[in-house]
């Protein structure tokens, strides 16, 4: 159960997750919120880390802080996907731990499933199989701090826990064309070429896989309602239930952008993993269900990203 009263530490707290968390604690009344900014906490750094939670001693942490990308930046640097993600997995978790930090959410990516996972991809698919190359070095710096996580609930009875969200979209986030992920990087592409009045917008792939997308704040809705439980599952998926083809994806951000130019798929970029559908029956079962629709959240992200094209506040 959260209380209004509880000290949380939001790790990554200006990041798209961390924020979006960070609003939804808010908005129950929690606004006992324990942040720290990387330029005053390098979460690289395990003794910095460790002095941090000595100082602070919170009552709850959500681990959103992640080095993250889209498939260009994942599969261009593996190395510091696996290295970033597993020094800060390993501080934050373990520094709570060494706290004295009773409770604690960790949050990755259905991308920790293995490549020809089932689908949709059950909890328990996580190391049945070899992972998707693209993303293997994120993917393997998360599976070791689920598993910290599991290993100390296990052996040292903290409640720490982990939750793995499907393709993010939605408020705060990274409009990168080179390394985002795919819906921003769309919107931009799709955006920039009705500005310029461009004939076409390059995209990447055959436009044939098929993902799933979340808006950012049904998953920070679905942190806050498995930290509510008390003995809640180690592992967690959330999504939205539904995929559709990039294909489709894109047809539809030219929709709601009202962008005229073609589409030309070049098929010397990356499809990465063919299907990438979450089972969300464990999270549903509990009783938890997303409510913002991909149409809904997808023209709600148009207007933000106008509004922050116009205020010179988008984030690449
Ligand atoms: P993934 O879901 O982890 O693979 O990462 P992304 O969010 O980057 O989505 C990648 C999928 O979208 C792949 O199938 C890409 O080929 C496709 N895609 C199409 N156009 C783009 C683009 O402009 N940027 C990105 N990141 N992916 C694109």
Known sequence: MIRKTDRIYVAGHRGMVGSAC????????????????HKSLDLLDPRAVREFYAEEKPDIAIIAAAKVGGIGANSAGNAEFLYQNEMIAMNTVMGAYEAGVKRLLFLGSTCIYPRMAPQPIPESALLTSPLEKTNEGYALAKISGLKLCEFLRRDKGV???????????????NYDIVGGHVLPTMIRKFETARVNGDAAVPLWGTGTPLREFLHVDDLAAACLFVLSLDNPP??????????????????????????????????????GTPRKLCDTSLIRSLGWSPKISLDE????????????????????
């Open 22 to 37: 960070v609003r939804a604690l808010n908005a129950i009344g929690c606004e006992n919120i324990v942040a720290r900014t």
């Open 159 to 173: 409640c720490y826990h982990s939750l793995m969200p499907t393709n993010l979209y939605g408020t705060g986030d």
């Open 234 to 271: 180690d592992l967690v998926n959330v999504g939205s239930g539904s995929e559709i083809t990039i294909r489709e994806l894109a047809e539809k951000v030219k929709a709601a952008t009202g962008c005229p130019a073609e589409i030309a798929w070049d098929a010397t970029k990356p499809d």
């Open 297 to 316: 959240g997808l023209a709600r992200t148009v207007a933000e990203y106008r509004e922050s094209v116009a205020n010179g506040t988008v984030r690449t």
